[in-house]
């Protein structure tokens, strides 16, 4: 059962080393121009509907069903409380890592819970493997640039993200031993997580995705929410 686990938690983490390698591969063997510039936009508007859908579709209605009102308050304002202070420290370092804590956000909370559901429920577990492994994908891509943009080495940014890779496994670990009957905890941690990510989101990423005088681009988030709609419903 564990070796399970793990397997499919590696799964939904190796995408984020994947959107990495992706995301070198076009910057330096796709040459500089406006469709270039547009592509780029588009996936990080795509990784922002994918985010989005997420809190509205995963995160924020677990936390419903399982808390009463006032800690769901709570838990969501502590969430975008701390991610602006956290976001202010980082600016005052010129980091540009939005993105990547955006991803980070999502991935870590979403493993917990995949590992807390796997003993009851092992098919939603791996349902919810592969939804982690599509977000992951387009998050990381725009997170490399982000980075590798802050200045960051490429070498490092890469040695980096193969680290954040193998998140998922303790994460899903802790969710499986610890977590699998505190819905509760799992609730509070998913809640206040949602209100990081929506915090960061509209801060920072999605008018980091505006491109002035294109239209088209914004319906990259609305692809990566149909994305989330899709997957949820097939859970």
């Known amino acids: 059962m564990l070796l399970k686990l793990i397997y499919f938690s590696l799964i939904a983490g190796i995408t984020v080393l994947l959107g990495g390698l992706l995301a070198n591969l076009f910057n330096h063997h796709v040459k500089e121009s406006p469709v270039k510039y547009e592509i780029t936009h588009t996936l990080m508007s795509f990784g922002a509907g994918i985010i989005l859908a997420a809190v509205a579709l995963v995160l924020i209605p677990y936390g419903m069903k399982q808390l009463s009102l006032w800690p769901m308050v709570l838990f969501f304002a502590l969430g975008a409380i701390s991610f602006m202070f956290l976001d202010q420290f980082l600016e005052r370092k010129d980091g540009n890592t939005a993105t990547l804590l955006a991803m980070m956000m999502d991935f870590i909370p979403e493993a917990i819970a995949m590992g807390a559901v796997f ?117």
Do not use: C, H
């Not at 941690?189 to 005088?213: H, R, V």
């Open 119 to 235: 003993s009851k429920n092992p098919s939603m577990a791996i349902l919810l493997a592969i939804i982690i492994g599509l977000q992951n994908l387009p998050e990381s891509f725009n997170a490399f640039r982000d980075l590798v943009l802050s200045g960051m080495a490429i070498k490092k940014t890469l040695i980096v993200f193969f680290g954040l890779s193998l998140f998922g496994v303790p994460a899903a670990l802790l969710g499986y031993l610890l977590l699998s009957n505190s819905t509760i905890i799992t609730a509070q941690l998913m809640t206040f997580a949602s209100g990081g990510i929506l915090y960061l989101l509209i801060q920072d990423i999605i008018p980091a995705s505006k491109l002035e005088k294109n239209y088209l681009t914004a319906l990259g988030a609305i692809i990566g929410f149909l994305v989330g709609i899709v997957s949820s419903m097939v859970i």
